[in-house]
T-cell receptor, first 109, second 114 residues
Framework: DGGITQSPKYLFRKEGQNVTLSCEQN?????MYWYRQDPGQGLRLIYY???????QKGDIAEGYSVSREKKESFPLTVTSAQKNPTAFYLC????????FGSGTRLTVV | AQSVTQLGSHVSVSEGALVLLRCNYS??????LFWYVQYPNQGLQLLLK??????LVKGINGFEAEFKKSETSFHLTKPSAHMSDAAEYFC????????????FGKGITLSVRP
């Protein structure tokens, strides 16, 4: 079945460490997105990519980085510069509609 | 620019009662509008979407929403709430064309009382 796979589901890191969240899709979608979800704040766009080797900053890109070397993959790196990285992260892709992964809950201690 | 406003963060209804979740949008171009549902620690599931066809949109699980351009609204309704409807609901807006992206409201948590 086609879909989006985010891994791992839960991730723990120490403060000051970079961490990379995985997002893979087999839907042959060109566009992919990363959102951050915090209680009471909805989903906020971090980065998006409309095509391979190209990506744009979203509303809250500071402290994050991405790459889009393959159509299927859009990994997100949470750097030590992100002041409050503990959150639920959702990846999505867009074809005729939007498809979401099941999310990664990152906890930084 | 586009934005979504979902008034209130929590709605509580009795089982069997009407569910009404409000959504107002702002968009400089004709929008596409969406309602998503999220269960704890899961991704988003599409309930329904408006893409400039019929203004009354029927979705899954008995939900429907009506697009009202004059009121810039896209409220979600369900005639009779079920316990399994308890979840968080997000309204979202997007445009078409290059650099389209989904913009979400803050979400509403729906509780259903027995």
């Amino acid at each position: 079945d086609g879909g989006i796979t985010q891994s791992p589901k839960y991730l723990f890191r120490k403060e000051g460490q970079n961490v990379t969240l995985s997002c893979e899709q087999n839907l042959n979608h060109d566009a992919m997105y990363w959102y951050r979800q915090d209680p009471g704040q909805g989903l906020r766009l971090i980065y998006y990519s409309q095509i391979v080797n190209d990506f744009q900053k979203g509303d809250i890109a500071e402290g994050y980085s991405v790459s889009r070397e393959k159509k299927e993959s859009f990994p997100l790196t949470v750097t030590s510069a992100q002041k409050n990285p503990t959150a639920f992260y959702l990846c999505a892709s867009q074809g005729r509609g939007y498809t979401f992964g099941s999310g990664t809950r990152l906890t930084v201690v | 620019a586009q934005s979504v406003t979902q008034l209130g963060s929590h709605v509580s209804v009795s089982e069997g009662a009407l569910v009404l979740l409000r959504c107002n949008y702002s968009s400089s171009v004709p929008p596409y509008l969406f309602w998503y549902v999220q269960y704890p620690n899961q991704g988003l599931q599409l309930l329904l979407k408006y893409t400039s066809a019929a203004t009354l949109v029927k979705g899954i699980n008995g939900f429907e929403a009506e697009f009202k351009k004059s009121e810039t609204s896209f409220h979600l309704t369900k005639p009779s709430a079920h316990m399994s409807d308890a979840a968080e609901y997000f309204c979202a807006v997007s445009t078409t064309g290059a650099n389209s992206k989904l913009t979400f409201g803050k979400g509403i948590t729906l509780s259903v009382r027995p």
